[in-house]
């Protein structure tokens, strides 16, 4: 899930949790570093009203649908924008059908929750199961501060414009802007009047004074009002005047010319409405004005963004002009330069050929732009040169501007290549020379590839540069490169070891643009050294072209590869492609692939449903079977590729989404996850989520996060999948305890390896009920006693309750008779440090008690009767110090034992082993 708290600013472009971008976007991030319980929200509303204390004012309150609570964040200015911090809740409910779905400040002061109140948060359970919907039960709330009181009786709508004018300045932001909306749409010349009078007195106060001005600017400000406001003393004032400007459009020429000299206004909020603005203003020279906001100091976070969103398609419709001006400018701050001359690279390349509403970009304006950063911006140079690179290596610049390209910046490149360790950007002009066919690179592209050790990106770079050149020998070190051991690629620390194990599958995923059926070969050979992890991304390069499947489905024919690891993503893709002899390949050694969702997989995730229940995995090891299937594609806990949703925030609300995501996920698929396939007329099939969609290219995200950029010269054919880019039928993928290990993994709300971790809801099963078989004692100590064993019970069995004392949750056990107790068993390893303890819940029957004895390694650490006397509403809290055992390990036995032999039940929750 992406976060949950934005600014908004007309023409900024936001980042999103899927779909295209439009080109050259540089998306505006969110102004929190911080989650609530969950990223699933509803409603927003600013609660600013006098009836509640000063702590609960000047807040944002949101709805949280999947947390069941209303949470809070407090804002303050950071520049152009603003930075949000988490506040405590302002609600919540142990309801987990408390849905908030909408909040509003009432007449009364008070603040008004509207409930959906509904057992299903996600569209996929309620299309699943429309009849389980509850369409009955919504609720409003109303939450009082104390003995707030009702509003008294009053119609707005009838008070003068004097009193909705005074009511301006209400503490009750409902009066606030209920009276701005009616003074705007009577608008009389009387109130037009009172309210500039109020904007522009010194005494206002400021809340009145911007409500007062929002009210006037909504139907347009004349042009000696406006030129006023325009040089206010008040920043906001001035900000809100170029934002009325923008709705205007046909402004007077004063106030135009007003706009363009508050480019250069100390205040970001003010220069953030002048990037917003231009576009919208007629009779300005945007160029000149973006340009002017370029060259103020500014460590912004948001300015420079919306300011590009406007700079872009002056850039396209005007690039000579553009590099001339740019050339011309005072010091634009360096942080900025690194971020905007890269970008104005990509759309001038983009533009070397004429297209509607824009005039072709000369090389030499290319040539132009780029010569003096050599020198001046070394690190931006660099970074130029990259994107070039790009362009050329996935085909996106015709041959023809390749070779006028390579024409004007001979002169300055020429010194780099002849010296490549010289300059900063040595290593960067020589993959350029390599990918466009320069062999002065060459040498140096070769050498970063092979040299095990060094940065794999570096290595990467130079493998994407040597595909482009079609280098001979290239083959014979990418079979070296791939079945290296992990240590040869490593510097020895964390990071670089990740990296290290992420390198083979990158290659593997570059290798696609190459054009050689010696490619499969290569990959097959060094089948058996890949990590397990890897093998997914090998097959995924080999179902890309004919040549490279029909060897692959061969090895699967001979058992070299399983079958299993080919998906039905992946079998489409190969008929896709239209080729006779491999469709009956895929057919003799994968097998049939049917059209649509398979109904039978209600049938699949039914039985997996009780699997899961009855079988616990392994949650340590199931982060391996993640690595293998899952994080081929989605993030979970931090770790995984970006293709598909981050799974930490997303679709595992409930055990029953989870079970239908992962085994049935065609069965809803939102329109930002419909898979493409693209055929290239070089007889590639490339499938994956649309990135971009632009003249230029299509970028897909593929599995394991590649970005594929296929220029829309080389595409054949484009088909829209109606069936989900995850395949469905994952179970085949995976052994039956690796599905058990990763159900363990997947349903944990955070990693393993932090105590704190809890299954998500609905995992486990809370129906009541008893057992007095071995085998199904452990679906039922798992509930509330997770690692403990027993393995002989008393009368009724080993229970489970919904409830008992009003608890939740609750394990029941009986002594086996009057001399033998029921036990539960666990042994663990006490670390050395911390404050290791036994926590435990236990309650006694309504007529009955019993004997609660705990040993530690044969050692009494507890004894203690727990009964009416002994217990608080039925029950005792107790912690067991278990220090004296620290570094060693322990066995733990829990004891119900009889007492008087009447009613001796026992009953548990929330017993577990923790370290602080």
């Not at 039960?137 to 509003?151: E, I, T």
């Not at 690279?345 to 132009?368: C, D, M, T, W, Y």
């Not at 050979?525 to 990590?531: D, E, M, R, V, Y």
Request: proline share 6%.
């Amino acid at each position: 899930m992406i976060d949950h708290l934005w600014h908004i600013v007309q023409g900024g472009y936001y980042h999103r949790q899927a779909g295209a971008y439009p080109p050259h976007t540089w998306k505006i991030e969110s102004i929190v570093k911080h989650k609530h319980q969950k990223a699933a929200y509803c409603g927003i509303t600013w609660f600013d009203s006098d009836v509640y204390p000063a702590e609960y004012r000047g807040r944002l309150y949101m709805g949280n649908i999947h947390g069941n609570c209303v949470n809070v964040d407090s804002l303050r200015r950071e520049g152009s924008t603003y930075f949000a911090t988490g506040e405590p809740d302002f609600l919540s409910t142990d309801d987990a059908w408390f849905m908030p779905v909408s909040q509003k400040v009432a007449p009364d002061g008070c603040l008004y929750v509207l409930d959906w109140y509904d057992q299903y948060h996600c569209y996929q359970d309620a299309n699943r199961d429309p009849e389980g919907i509850e369409r009955a039960k919504g609720r409003l709330y109303r939450v009082r501060y104390g003995s707030s009181p009702r509003a008294p009786r009053f119609d707005l709508a009838r008070e003068t414009d004097e009193q909705l004018i005074a009511r301006l300045g209400s503490a009750n932001i409902y009066f606030r802007e209920t009276a701005q909306r009616l003074l705007v749409e009577r608008n009389t010349p009387g109130s037009r009047r009172a309210l500039a009078e109020l904007v522009q007195g010194p005494n206002t106060a400021f809340r009145q004074r911007m409500h007062a001005l929002w009210a006037l600017a909504s139907n347009g400000l004349d042009p000696k009002l406006h030129l006023a406001l325009l040089s206010h003393a008040e920043e906001a004032v001035r900000a809100h005047a170029v934002r009325s400007a923008g709705n205007q459009k046909q402004l007077d020429p004063k106030v135009a010319r007003r706009i363009a000299e508050l480019a250069q206004d100390p205040s970001p909020e003010v220069r953030l409405q002048v990037a917003a603005a231009v576009p919208r203003i007629e009779g300005l020279d945007r160029l000149e004005v973006l340009v002017t906001l370029a060259e103020q100091p500014t460590d912004d976070p948001l300015l420079p963004r919306v300011a590009w969103r406007q700079l872009q398609p002056e850039i396209s419709r005007r690039g000579a002009d553009f590099v001339t001006r740019w050339q011309q400018a005072k010091k634009i701050p360096v942080a900025l330069q690194a971020e905007l001359a890269p970008r104005a690279l990509e759309v001038l390349l983009a533009n070397l050929k004429s297209r509607e509403g824009a005039q072709a970009v000369p090389p030499a304006v290319i040539g132009k732009f780029l010569a003096p950063l050599r020198d001046q911006a070394p690190a931006v140079f660099q970074e130029c040169l990259r994107r070039l690179a790009g362009r050329v290596e996935t085909g996106e610049l015709p041959q023809s501007a390749i070779a006028s390209l390579k024409s004007e910046l001979e002169p300055t490149l020429a010194p780099l290549l002849a010296n490549a360790a010289g300059h900063p950007a040595g290593l960067d002009a020589a993959l350029l020379a390599t990918a466009w066919g320069d062999p002065r690179g060459l040498n140096v592209a070769r050498q970063n590839f092979a040299t095990r050790g060094l940065v794999p990106e570096l290595r990467l770079r130079a493998l994407q540069a040597l595909i482009a050149s079609r280098d001979e020998g290239l083959l014979d070190t990418v079979a070296t490169a791939l079945t290296e051991p992990v240590a040869a690629r490593s510097r020895g620390d964390d990071k670089a070891e990740a990296a290290a194990r992420e390198f083979p599958g990158k290659v593997l995923a570059a290798l696609g643009r190459l054009d050689d059926p010696r490619v499969a070969e290569v990959v097959l050979q060094a089948w058996g050294k890949l990590p397990p992890e890897v093998q997914p991304r090998a097959v995924e390069l080999l179902t890309e072209r004919v040549t490279w499947a029909r060897q692959l489905l061969n090895a699967m024919g001979e058992k070299q590869v399983p079958a299993t690891l080919m998906n039905q993503t992946q079998a489409r893709n190969l008929l896709a492609l239209r080729d006779g002899e491999l469709t009956e390949l895929v057919a003799r050694h994968w097998g049939r692939i049917r059209d649509g969702r398979n109904p039978q997989r209600d049938a699949v995730i039914a039985e997996f449903r009780a699997e899961f229940r009855k079988n616990p995995g392994d949650p340590n090891r199931g982060k391996a079977a993640y690595a293998k299937v899952c994080g081929q594609c989605h993030k979970l806990f931090g770790e995984g590729a970006e293709v598909g949703p981050d799974l930490t925030d997303n679709g595992r609300s409930t055990y029953d989404q989870l079970l239908s995501n992962v085994f049935d996920p065609s069965l809803v698929i939102g329109a930002a996850y419909q898979a493409r396939t693209v055929l290239t007329n070089g007889g590639r099939a490339v499938t994956g989520l649309v990135v971009e969609d632009s003249p230029e290219h299509v970028i897909l995200k593929v599995q394991g996060g590649k970005l594929e950029t296929i220029p829309r010269t080389e595409i054949d054919e484009e088909k829209q999948s109606d069936q989900s880019l995850m395949p469905e039928d994952v179970e085949k993928s995976l052994t039956r305890q690796e599905l058990l290990d990763l159900f363990a993994y997947i349903t944990l709300d955070r990693p393993p390896t932090d105590r704190e971790a809890r299954s998500i809801r609905g995992l486990r099963d809370t129906t009541a009920r008893d057992a007095t078989e071995p085998a199904l004692f452990g679906s039922i100590l798992v509930e509330t006693a997770p690692g403990f064993v027993t393995h002989k019970v008393g009368e009724r069995g080993l229970g489970f309750l919904r409830s008992h004392w009003n608890r939740e949750r609750v394990l029941r056990t009986h002594p086996i008779d009057k001399e033998t107790p029921c036990e539960l068993t666990r042994t663990v390893q006490v670390p050395n440090g911390g404050k290791p303890r036994l926590k435990l819940e236990v309650a006694h029957d309504r007529a009955g008690d019993w004997r609660l004895v705990i040993l530690g390694n044969g050692e009494k650490l507890h004894d203690q009767i727990i009964g009416p006397e002994t217990a608080k509403n039925g029950w005792v809290d107790l912690e067991i110090d278990l220090q004296r055992f620290a570094g060693q390990s322990v066995t733990l036995v829990l004891q119900n034992v009889a007492n008087n032999w009447s009613n001796e039940f026992g009953y548990w929750r929330e017993v577990e082993f923790v370290v602080d």
